[in-house]
T-cell receptor, first 115, second 111 residues
Framework: DTGVSQDPRHKITKRGQNVTFRCDPI?????LYWYRQTLGQGPEFLTY????????KSRLLSDRFSAERPKGSFSTLEIQRTEQGDSAMYLC?????????????FGDGTRLSIL | QKEVEQNSGPLSVPEGAIASLNCTYS??????FFWYRQYSGKSPELIMF????GDKEDGRFTAQLNKASQYVSLLIRDSQPSDSATYLC???????????FGAGTTVTVRA
């Protein structure tokens, strides 16, 4: 049973560039979440998918951010016109569909650095 | 007031001692509670979850929940140097899917 996989592990880019991250959840997990974590803080919720439907978005997700999960399997998170404040660890998590108490399992994250 | 607050660290304990971590939450609608361990530069790893008032034990870890006091704690018995990490408390409302995390407490176990 493979865990949540994220790619790339690290991304360094110049301010103003667009970046895209990918997340492959644990197989048969139909719930997928994106979080952002900055140094010294806990993860902050960004958005949530159940299968291919994006059901909730945080106020943190400005219009420069877009997330998709086109076939209900992997998901992508795109940031357009990156800013210094976007530097963070972007974490993806997944959980099974049944039961509202199911824990979320996290991937290793993508660390984004904006120059 | 933050939604989830954890006791400020760092917490330094000698090897073999008990490490006690505390977490309070503000939303009375919170129904499930999770403890994650995060090593430096790594992702959070689930170590315990609890839904009912009382204690839940798993190996050297014990989670304690008191919904009336809006308080959840984690005890690590017989602390080992490998337990040195940041411990994150997370809570979830019954009908929500997102987790709300505290800022974490860093634990250092001295050999």
């Amino acid at each position: 049973d493979t865990g949540v996989s994220q790619d790339p592990r690290h991304k360094i880019t110049k301010r103003g560039q667009n970046v895209t991250f990918r997340c492959d959840p644990i197989s048969e997990h139909n719930r997928l979440y994106w979080y952002r974590q900055t140094l010294g803080q806990g993860p902050e919720f960004l958005t949530y998918f159940q299968n291919e439907a994006q059901l909730e978005k945080s106020r943190l997700l400005s219009d420069r951010f877009s997330a998709e999960r086109p076939k209900g399997s992997f998901s992508t998170l795109e940031i357009q016109r990156t800013e210094q404040g976007d530097s963070a660890m972007y974490l993806c998590a997944s959980s099974p569909g049944e039961g509202r108490y199911q824990p979320q399992h996290f991937g290793d994250g993508t660390r984004l650095s904006i120059l | 007031q933050k939604e989830v607050e954890q006791n400020s660290g760092p917490l330094s304990v000698p090897e073999g001692a008990i490490a006690s971590l505390n977490c309070t939450y503000s939303d009375r609608g919170s129904q499930s509670f999770f403890w994650y361990r995060q090593y430096s530069g790594k992702s959070p790893e689930l170590i315990m979850f609890i839904y009912s008032n009382g204690d839940k034990e798993d190996g050297r870890f014990t989670a304690q929940l008191n919904k009336a006091s809006q308080y959840v704690s984690l005890l690590i018995r017989d602390s080992q140097p490998s337990d040195s990490a940041t411990y994150l408390c997370a809570v979830k409302r019954g009908n929500d899917y997102k987790l709300s995390f505290g800022a974490g407490t860093t634990v250092t176990v001295r050999a």
